[in-house]
């Protein structure tokens, strides 16, 4: 009865062995709905991988991260003075981050032996303080002889972007920025660069330990890994013309209407509709007696090899699709192939194999 996302658990872990080869110092990330698979899940992961420290994205995500991992827990969503970052203040595993000068001091304040990263802000322009602002940090320690605030630093952060090319250029200024400031770290945490661009900087950098934050490539780089599938709920066939659906719609010809499993809940949206964008299209689309001139869209279960059309919006855990007559029909109780995106997918079962 349920979209389920099956693991082929051999492919998953070599996969992650692989990236984890490539990448000395790796950082798993587990956050979100953990890439389709659950932060729970990837937790328990990442401790059959032997790393020292698992990040999370949020501190809500802790409780579902610290009972399955055993190292350290760093979280990616910089700490502020208030909201969930409260809950998880005095847990000596969890790596907080710092991106603005004042709420290093706040967070002092409230856990004077707190560990944290300070986070340098990218072009990305989402979180992270400046080089002055870093610089000011170092010199501050050092100005009133150590009064302690840096005690706890275990390195610093960048978040880059992820396309225009490479940011290789950009590290180096941002390395630059750690060295000029003074600050007593050589740990750096950085994401989405490429395996070239890791070895690049740990020749160039050698005094300096790169730590990658993946996700992505280590949970999803082998996509025969994962297979998601819907299951088959209902079947009808209907003539040409027949009414259905929310919206009383009328069958475009003879077919089947399909109900599976999967709907806005899981995050199963509307796909474009299948190429009849233009008016010609569309004629052109009517004369050969296609689908998509009348208005049904793409979805992304695949049936018979194909993929399958809608017959109407998905709904909230189910959706309705229109199988033209011809195409081979499922029964009921069979599974489907559905395309997703694991990112933005909840599934109601994952199954490891
Ligand atoms: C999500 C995230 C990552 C990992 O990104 P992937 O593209 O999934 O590898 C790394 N760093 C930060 C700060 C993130 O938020």
């Known amino acids: 009865m349920s979209l389920t996302l099956y693991v082929d ?22 956050k979100g709905n953990g890439y389709g698979v659950s932060v729970e899940t990837l937790a328990a992961e990442a401790a059959a991988l032997g790393v020292d420290v698992l990040a999370v994205g949020t501190y809500d995500e802790l409780p579902a991260a610290e009972s399955a991992f055993p190292g350290s827990l760093l979280v990616l969503t910089p700490w502020r003075p208030f909201g969930a970052a409260d809950r998880a203040s005095s847990d000596p595993r969890v790596i907080h981050t710092v991106s603005r000068p004042d709420d290093l001091a706040r967070l002092l304040d409230t856990e004077p032996g707190a560990r944290f ?7 990305m322009l989402r979180h992270g303080m400046t080089a002055t602002q ?18 706890g630093l275990e390195g610093v952060a960048f978040h880059l972007p992820m396309t225009g090319g490479s940011h290789l250029a950009e590290v180096r200024r941002l390395l630059t920025d ?3 400031a003074g600050l007593p770290t050589r740990t750096v945490f950085v994401s989405h ?64 209407i399909l109900v599976v499993s999967g ?3 899981h995050g199963i949206g509307l796909e474009a509709p299948t190429g009849a964008g233009t008016v ?11 689908l998509d001139a009348v208005g049904l869209v793409r979805s992304p279960y695949s049936i018979g090899g194909k993929p399958r059309l809608f017959a109407e919006p998905p709904h909230m855990q189910a959706s309705m699709l229109f199988l033209p007559a011809g195409a081979p029909v499922p ?3 069979d599974e489907v192939d559905v395309r997703v995106r694991f990112t933005a997918t909840s599934f109601d079962r994952v199954q490891f194999s």
């Open 193 to 256: 660069l490429t395996d070239d661009e890791l070895a690049a900087l740990a020749r160039d950098w050698p005094d300096f330990t790169i730590r990658p934050r993946t996700g992505t490539d280590l949970w999803l780089g082998d996509r025969e890994a994962l297979r998601a599938r819907a299951t088959v709920l209902d079947v009808h066939p209907v003539d040409r013309g027949a009414v259905y659906g929310y919206r009383g719609r009328s069958a475009p010809r003879a077919g089947t």
């Open 280 to 290: 010609r299209a569309r004629a052109a689309a009517l004369a050969r007696g296609g």
């Open 331 to 333: 029964e009921i109780g």
């Open 178 to 180: 750690v060295v000029a």
């Open 134 to 151: 870093l610089r000011e940090l170092a010199e501050a320690r050092s100005g009133s002889g150590d009064d302690g605030r840096l005690e």
């Open 263 to 265: 709907g806005t809940a």
């Open 9 to 30: 658990r051999a492919r998953f872990r070599a996969n992650q062995q692989r990236v984890l080869e490539r990448r000395p110092g790796l950082v798993p990330v587990a």
């Open 117 to 123: 990263v300070l986070e340098h802000v990218t072009s």
